[in-house]
């Protein structure tokens, strides 16, 4: 099992940036494929970027050119870099990890509690 937990939301000017982590505590936080989700009001969850136990990277397309992903196996910890943050960015933030990399928010069996990110314009 892994346990994970998010920080680095907050308030933020359109155009501003944002820093999200995840920590892990629990069992080979390394062999995990993790996963960078959001949630807007009235919305499904979806993936905004994963990263997998070897370093492969998929973004969703409203993250390229904008957000990056990146894990510190040493430190179990994941991130997320957003620049030119949009209102429409807006949402909980939620991190997971799953067997298998995947843009299924289904496939990925732990969560965390989510964090909030808001872009005012």
């Known amino acids: 099992q892994v346990q994970l937990v998010e920080s680095g939301g907050g308030l933020v000017q359109a155009g501003g940036s944002l820093r999200l982590s995840c920590a892990a505590s629990g069992r080979s936080f390394s062999s995990y494929a993790m996963g960078w989700f959001r949630q807007a009001p009235g919305k499904e969850r979806e993936l905004v970027a994963y990263i997998s136990w070897g370093g492969s990277i998929h973004y969703a397309d409203s993250a390229k050119g904008r957000f990056t992903i990146s894990r510190d196996n040493a430190k179990n910890t994941m991130y997320l870099q957003m620049n030119s943050l949009k209102p429409e960015d807006t949402a909980v933030y939620y991190c997971?990890?799953?067997?298998?990399?995947?843009?299924?928010?289904?496939?990925?069996?732990?969560w965390g509690q989510g964090t909030q990110v808001t872009v005012s314009s």
């Open positions: 997971a990890a799953g067997s298998r990399p995947s843009v299924l928010y289904r496939s990925y069996g732990y």
